[in-house]
């Protein structure tokens, strides 16, 4: 995503194989929080994989993730899974989330 030419976010639609697609790695720069380029994202997302075919969708994310989840919650996933982890030298709980295209 872009903002006069600037590029203030990304997300990536993996192929998981079996008519999963994955979104992976959504990021924003910073400034770009607060202006809908999260959700705008994970809609486009969302709509990609349904034109591609895919019959579901998953990601994972860490549950301090606060506006990353209410943007997931709100563009239909629900969460499936949590694991407790120790990563980047804190721990943390890992959650999976999914919804059927």
């Known amino acids: ?22 979104l992976r790695l959504l990021g924003l720069e910073k400034k770009a929080r607060g202006l809908g380029i999260g959700r705008a994202l994970t809609e486009q997302c969302i709509r990609g994989a349904r034109e591609r075919g895919y019959r579901k969708m998953t990601l994972w994310t ?10 997931y919650q709100s563009a239909g996933f629900t969460r499936v899974k949590e694991e407790k982890h120790h990563s980047f030298g804190v721990d ?8 059927d295209l």
């Open 1 to 22: 995503a872009e903002v006069d030419g600037e590029r203030m976010g990304s997300v990536f639609l993996v192929d998981g194989g079996d008519g999963l697609a994955k």
């Open 62 to 71: 860490q549950s301090c993730l606060v506006a990353a989840r209410g943007i």
């Open 92 to 99: 943390l709980v890992g959650e999976t989330w999914e919804m």
